[in-house]
């Protein structure tokens, strides 16, 4: 009973949707206040109903009801129980329920913080959400239900995917909805504007915090799933360009772009009618992501395999939305000023290039990704592009931007000097250039090229300590005024300075890893040797092993250095039974940010095993440097400038005191 429950609820979910979905709108044309009231309650009530929905679906998971067909197909009663949970998401029609978990917890969001907006501008804002709500919800009511039962019940279920088994897939997911879904607040604002017909510097404050709450979750979904297929697939990479994983990279690279053209129409009211064509530009590619994954066009361990209803109801959504948007944009765009005026040399100037240069690299891999798809639609052709094309293309688009990156804050607003800049940051290029090729004779050597892009990344870093360091005034002031002053400095300069520094660190660790790793690909047998990275492993036999779900066979290696035991490792390839599928679970030991992978491959006839090992020299600085980004979006979030819904300050008179001056005090 409690599952039609849940399916009857996101039932009242479509009704109550379709409820915002006019009325507001309606209310904000009108000026009605009760109306446009409507939008912020119904937003709580449309919360409530579809989060009760997603509850019931995951108690079938966790009760193991396999009298569901969707917990059926993806759940066994030995699995443990973070799988269970994890497994709601690990399918499409319990993915699309998250989805629309988190698009209506960003719509209850901005009603919750949103205290502050216009009553105009908020109820169109939950307007639009709810317009995609309805889309959603409707997609998975007509093809995707997860409530249907099955007659008669079977007795166990067919288990997840089991490659999906493991604790960086219940992670990843979540963290990259909430990134994708959060462009759609963006979206709505963009949408909402147009309708109006204003936008402001004002407008650009109250998006800019959601679009880096955005950007902030969908880098740590990125770069958690970049761990997970590293650490979890066995073949040693950490990025492979797969069309999913571009899927999810190009929002990020819009969003970026996004979240920096927001602060340059903020602050100088300025690029104002290419900051809403960024914010629906953001949310496309999202929902383009959402297309890729669930059509059936990809075939890739991350994408769902699904029938073409679903495709093509997924492709009329993106037509709808897309190209509603981009039309409306068309119509209002004439009607909008365009902003302020600031010379080439400025920060608004160099924050275009960034713009500029992230658009370009986002439209490249666009291109890169959905022409074989059309080339092979229209002509039945298959050709691939894959890491060749990505790499020389967006490595030749991102040079020029690593290097511009430290030089933006260093210049003045409207006008800069960049001679000034240029003699702020000599002594960190300096430093870079020295610290890159330390590190590269460190490592022995390499490709001389190498060296350029250790300094750039060296110079990230560097530029962005450069940057708190001249604004809080060390060796001009003494250092007890400087302390103070770097002290008093707003927590954004913290966290562009942390944001900057963490992409230096990213880096650092892909031009490294990428210059100086070995793989060592060998047969081996019991008490047979390996070196790799300067250690010497020994294979110590193989044993088997059982777990919840699954057997597996463990090979065991000791790691030495200079003849002295320092670790061991264990690799092994799994059976999961329910499936009778495969997995390979990689071997890695850590030694500082650098780490040592050992792979099992096949058995031979003659006894031996293939072994894979690579060292992995700095590579933890990938996503060292990504949680360094995140470390600075959460503490810009904190400023009280940017925090929804804060009223601003207003400073009070205090009684003056005989004898005294009367002062202000906030």
């Known amino acids: 009973m409690i599952i039609e429950l849940g399916h009857y609820a996101l039932v009242l979910a479509l009704a109550t ?42 108690w079938g998971y966790v009760v193991s009801d396999f009298s569901v067909q969707n917990v059926y197909e993806n759940s066994h009663s030995m699995k443990p129980m973070i799988y269970k949970i994890s497994g709601v998401w690990g399918n499409h029609e319990g993915s699309m329920m998250l989805w629309v978990l988190i698009l209506t917890l960003f719509s209850a969001m901005v009603a919750f913080f949103g205290t502050n907006l216009p009553d105009r501008l908020k109820a169109n804002v939950l307007s639009v959400q709810a317009w995609i709500t309805t889309a959603f919800t409707l997609f998975i009511l007509l093809t995707s239900n997860p409530f249907v039962r099955l007659s008669p019940v079977p007795a166990e279920g067919q ?42 510097a004002a407008w650009a404050r109250w998006v800019r915090p959601w679009t880096l709450t955005a950007w902030t979750f969908l880098t740590a979904g990125i770069s958690m799933g970049s761990y997970w297929a590293y650490y ?63 059509s059936g066009v990809l075939t890739s361990v991350h994408a769902f395999a699904t029938d073409p209803t679903r495709g093509i109801f997924i492709l009329c959504i993106l037509i709808i939305f897309i190209g509603g948007a981009l039309t409306l944009f068309a119509l209002r765009a004439p009607t909008l000023k365009a902003g302020g005026l600031f010379q080439p040399i400025s920060r608004e100037g160099a924050l275009v290039l960034n713009n500029l240069i992230l658009t370009v690299s986002a439209a490249t891999v666009l291109i890169g990704t959905l022409y074989p798809l059309l080339l092979e639609t229209l002509t039945d052709e298959k050709i691939s592009v894959g890491p060749p094309f990505f790499n020389l ?19 003045a607003w409207k006008r ?27 490592e022995n050597g390499g490709p001389v090229l190498a060296v350029v892009g250790l300094a750039m990344a060296f110079f990230l870093i560097f530029g962005a300590l450069a940057d708190l360091w001249f604004r809080a005034g060390f060796g001009k002031q003494t250092a007890s005024i400087a302390w103070s002053r770097l002290k008093g400095l707003p927590r954004s300069a913290f966290g562009t300075s942390l944001a900057h520094m963490g992409l230096g660190i990213t880096v650092l660790g892909i031009v490294a890893v990428t210059t100086f790793e070995t793989e060592t690909v060998v047969e081996m047998k019991p008490g047979m040797t390996a070196e790799a990275g300067g250690f010497v492993l020994t294979f110590d036999g193989m044993r088997a092993g059982q777990g919840p779900n699954y057997t597996e066979d463990r090979g065991h290696f000791t790691i030495r250095k200079a003849g002295v035991a320092v670790a061991d490792v264990w690799s092994s390839k799994r059976l999961y039974t329910a499936r009778r599928m495969p997995t390979t679970e990689a ?44 470390a600075g979006g959460v503490v810009s979030l904190s400023d009280r400038r940017l925090r929804v819904g804060v009223p601003k300050r207003r400073a009070k008179v205090v009684a003056p005191v005989p004898g005294q001056v009367a002062e202000a005090a906030e």
Request: proline share 5%; with cysteine; charged share 10%.
């Open 17 to 58: 949707c379709l409820v915002i979905s006019v009325l507001p709108v309606i209310g904000a044309r009108r000026g009605d206040a009760a109306l446009m009231a409507v939008a912020t309650t119904g937003t709580y009530a449309l919360f409530g109903l579809v989060a009760f929905s997603f509850g019931v679906l995951t």
């Open 159 to 200: 288990d997840l995917n089991p490659v999906l088994q493991d604790i960086g897939l219940a992670i990843h997911p979540p963290l990259l909805y909430l990134g994708y879904v959060g462009f759609s607040v963006c979206f709505s604002f963009a949408i909402a504007a147009l309708i109006d017909g204003r936008i402001d």
């Open 232 to 294: 979890e697939l066995g073949w040693g990479g950490w990025w492979f360009w797969d069309p999913v994983e571009n899927a999810s990279f190009m929002p990020w690279l819009a969003g970026t772009a996004l979240l920096h053209s927001a602060l340059v129409m903020e602050k100088r009211d300025a690029l104002k009618i290419w900051t809403v064509l960024l914010a629906i530009i953001a949310f496309s590619l999202s929902l383009l992501g959402t297309f890729l994954v669930r």
């Open 393 to 411: 293309t967006f490595g030749f688009l991102m040079a020029p931007l690593l290097l511009a990156v430290p030089f933006g804050p260093m210049l």
């Open 416 to 442: 800069g000097d960049l001679l000034a800049a240029l003699q702020r940051l000599y002594l960190a290029a300096g430093l870079a250039l020295v610290a890159g090729l330390v590190l590269f004779y460190a």
């Open 587 to 630: 071997g890695i030991v850590t030694f500082g940010l650098s780490q040592l992978y050992v792979s099992l491959g096949d058995p031979m006839a003659d006894g031996g095993l293939v072994v894979r090992i690579w060292w992995k020299p700095w590579i933890l600085c990938i996503w060292l440097g990504t949680v360094v980004m995140m």
